[in-house]
């Protein structure tokens, strides 16, 4: 997807929404004038950001973005732009509404066709996880004590975790730029093997290695475990491994790596 198209979008019409801090990033967010959903857009910000802040406290503050725009268009795709000015390197946060709020089918909504068609990745799973963690906490003895995370709706888990897949690819850039652009470039043939791959989601099947960094990057901060071969294939690529996840620590007590 071209980022012609998304930097197109600042030309039009567009207004400032807010301007905010947070640990020491400066958020600049802006809207075209059709998104309408934007507090659900603002919300599923906030939310990825703390997750990411919490989960990979050092690899956040080695970002030292001076600012951030986030823009919030109605029909652009969820994409992370780097622009570069005289001042230098500028990065841009598009969010869409369909890749935040479009439902891709699974297998089992394929026999009721409910849902629209679209690779399945690793946010569409957390929005699974969320609806199925909703149906069976009716179930649950009163003494549960909720996080947060728990009240969310599925549509605002997985909003929120494309927006957390989206940071991870600002932190893979910033950890090793050297792979990230590599990958990045339209001509770069290299896919990530079929293997590893389906384990991960098929949103990486034949996709480019900075999905499967990205990929990966959201399912380990909502705790999801991955096999040895697709945690080395990560570090590979030059993605960074969270020291926390949503939920508690990934790293056992022996300080040793899964
Ligand atoms: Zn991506």
Not at 89 to 100: A, C, H, R, W
Not at 137 to 143: D, Y
Request: proline fraction near 4%.
């Amino acid at each position: 997807m071209s980022k012609e198209k998304n930097f197109k979008l600042l030309q039009g019409e567009i207004s400032e929404l807010q301007e905010e801090s947070f640990n020491g990033l400066t958020l600049k967010v802006i809207r075209d004038s059709s998104t309408q959903r934007y507090n659900e857009k603002l919300g599923a910000l906030h939310r990825a950001l703390s997750y990411v802040h919490h989960c990979l406290p050092d690899a956040f503050s080695d970002l030292r973005l001076p600012i951030l725009t986030v823009v919030f268009g109605e029909k652009v795709p969820c994409q992370v732009c780097w622009d570069n000015t005289p001042h230098g390197k500028e990065v841009y946060l598009f969010l869409g509404d369909k890749m935040m709020f479009q439902y891709n089918k699974s297998l089992q909504d394929e026999l009721f066709s409910s849902g629209e068609k679209g690779p399945r990745g690793v946010c569409d799973q957390i929005y699974d996880d969320q609806k199925r963690f909703i149906e069976n906490r009716a179930l649950w003895c009163c003494c549960y004590s909720p996080h947060e995370q728990d009240y969310q709706s599925p549509v605002s888990a997985k909003a929120t975790a494309i927006v957390v897949h989206e940071l991870g690819h600002i932190l893979h850039e910033n950890n090793d730029k050297e792979s990230f652009w590599q990958n990045n470039k339209i001509a770069s043939p290299k896919v990530i093997s079929a293997d590893l791959a389906r384990q991960v989601g098929s949103y990486v099947i034949g996709n480019n290695p900075n999905e499967f960094v990205a990929e990966v990057f959201t399912g380990l901060v909502y705790g999801k475990r991955y096999s040895e071969g697709i945690i080395k294939e990560y570090e590979k690529e030059g993605g960074v491994l969270p020291v926390w996840d949503i939920r508690g620590i990934i790293l056992n007590e022996r300080g040793e790596k899964r």
